[in-house]
């Protein structure tokens, strides 16, 4: 049974009813270190028990196996509860390496039909290519997918990690869902441009990296070391002097936690939640306590006084190092 604990919101002015917050499942299929299937599916199972029904993937996460991992977890559970939003286009080899992006229409069309096959299902809610191919024309992108609604297998179109350019130039073929993009305390780019053009043209924000991949939490101490197949072990925050910085203003962060009477995580995703109604934080959890601990932001109130408080706490231009390595920010079209 579900309960009323999280509350709903519509994704965009076109997008579905979507739960407040939603679930990430990229670190359960190895991006952070090693995993448990059996706790990941536990921890999805406590995400849609909870209200849940947002959980977000990429056909290229653990080389399909977390679209594998999702579609077990939801399989007996009616279709209609669950919100499926998967990325795609992003090519990986054998050995996990990275091989660029493919969002010609046929490549769009081949990896959907793989991913139905994998997540168990007859349709996707959201679908949207991980980042922009600078080989295809956004709006041929675009109109494949159109024509994969038309057809019946994806029933919304989203975007990930594009400038408003690109937005306008998308959302001419098609109406966009929602703008999946990174923003958290610490990561507030999208605040000069790319959110005033989301809202212009009615579409919603799926807030990835809210707790900055962990460090706007209690997790990640200056002691912390991460694995060699853990994104942050190659992450510019996570390095030397800056992962020091960084930590500084954690610390900071974390007084006025201790102030609340919360987690310094369940501050990080209260704040974002505040930034407006069209803006939902995806989550990332492999721990059902992860879950429980997110769910428990949405009690967490904070007054005009206490957001400036955090604010001044942690300036936006106080950051250490960029939220990507080199190579994978000039992948960005959100960074042009």
Known sequence: MTTSKISTTRLGSTGPTVSRIGLGAMGMSGMYGAADDAESTATIHAALDSGANLIDTGDFYGAGHNEMLIGKAIAGRPREDVILSVKFGAMRGPG??????????????NSLGYSLQRLGVDYVDIYRPARLDPNVPIEDTIGAIAELIEAGYVRHIGLSEVGADTIRRAAAVHPIADLQIEYSLISRGIEAEILPVARELGIGITAYGVLSRGLLSDSVRRET??????????????????????????????????????????????????RGEDIVPVIGARRRERWTETVGALDVQLSAEDLAVIEAAVPADQIAGDRYATAQMALLDSER
């Open 225 to 274: 070391t991460f694995a060699a197949n853990d994104f942050r072990a190659h992450s510019p925050r996570f390095q030397g002097e800056n992962f020091t910085q960084n930590l500084n203003l954690v610390d900071a962060l974390a007084k006025i936690a201790a102030q609340q009477g919360v987690l310094v995580a369940q501050l990080a995703i209260a704040w974002v939640l505040t």
């Open 96 to 109: 996990g390496t990275w091989d660029g992006f493919d969002s010609r229409p046929a490549a769009v069309r």
